[in-house]
């Protein structure tokens, strides 16, 4: 499938759904956004990063805020740095890299992320690219990302169900969980308030039921 112009999602709505489905629909959906401290730490290093324009060492090229889509995943985005190694035939392979704060995470949502901006990069300089890196600014350590089948298709996948997602218009209820701690959306999702009214409910519903 290739999507029109009108119809491609941000790319970075990936990592979101990734990480909580709710999260995403409320950012893409119903466009909410608040900041918190984990927002605002990962912003200034975005714009640390986004003040350079390019390096360029012997072999390696360095290009920050690089503009990108894909038409065939209907997505449109900004990588943070993209570095172009020189081969021995002389050409140049991109090289995605993704600045993170904190540390690495269980589940795969920045993985993706790193994908997805690496197929924009496949589709728009017809190259192949077999890998990339997630730096974490609380660890200061890079973690090398490798474009294999399986994080392809998960990443193809994940785009569909945003867009599944998005035309649908619904939002999801929500699930505490850890991570909620972690969301800048926690004081407008309420997931604690929900899961009670949720109990609340359901006993009540249960109670008559018995009567
Ligand atoms: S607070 Fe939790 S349930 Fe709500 S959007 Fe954030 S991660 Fe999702």
């Avoid at 999507?3 to 999602?9: C, E, G, K, P, V």
């Avoid at 956004?33 to 927002?39: D, Q």
């Avoid at 290009?63 to 985005?77: A, H, N, Q």
């Avoid at 740095?81 to 002389?90: C, I, L, S, Y």
Wanted: proline share 3%.
């Amino acid at each position: 499938m290739i999507y029109s112009l009108d119809d491609l999602i941000m790319l970075s709505a990936l990592q979101h759904f990734v990480y909580c489905e709710r999260q995403c629909a409320l950012i893409h959906v119903e466009q909410a956004w608040s900041e918190n401290v984990f927002t605002a730490e990962g912003r200034i290093m975005h714009e640390k990063v986004d003040t350079a324009k390019y390096e360029s060492r012997k072999n390696v090229r360095i290009e920050y805020g690089v503009p990108m889509r894909s038409l065939r995943l209907g997505l449109i985005g900004k990588a943070d740095v993209v570095e172009f190694h020189r081969t021995d035939d002389g050409t140049w392979l991109p090289f995605p890299v993704e600045y993170k704060r904190g540390k690495s995470k269980a589940d795969n949502c920045d993985r993706v992320q790193l994908c997805a901006q690496a197929i924009c990069l496949e589709e728009m300089l017809d190259v192949e690219i077999r890998e990339g890196t997630l730096f974490y600014g609380q660890t200061r350590r890079r973690e090398d990302v490798v474009f294999d089948r399986e994080l392809r298709m998960e990443t193809e996948d994940v785009a569909e169900k945003v867009h599944e997602l998005i035309v649908a218009g619904i939002t999801p209820k929500p699930e505490y969980s850890k991570k909620c701690e972690r969301c800048s959306l926690l004081e407008l999702c309420m997931p604690k308030t929900c899961v009670r009214a949720r109990s609340v409910r359901n006993y009540l519903l249960t109670a008559m039921e018995q009567e």
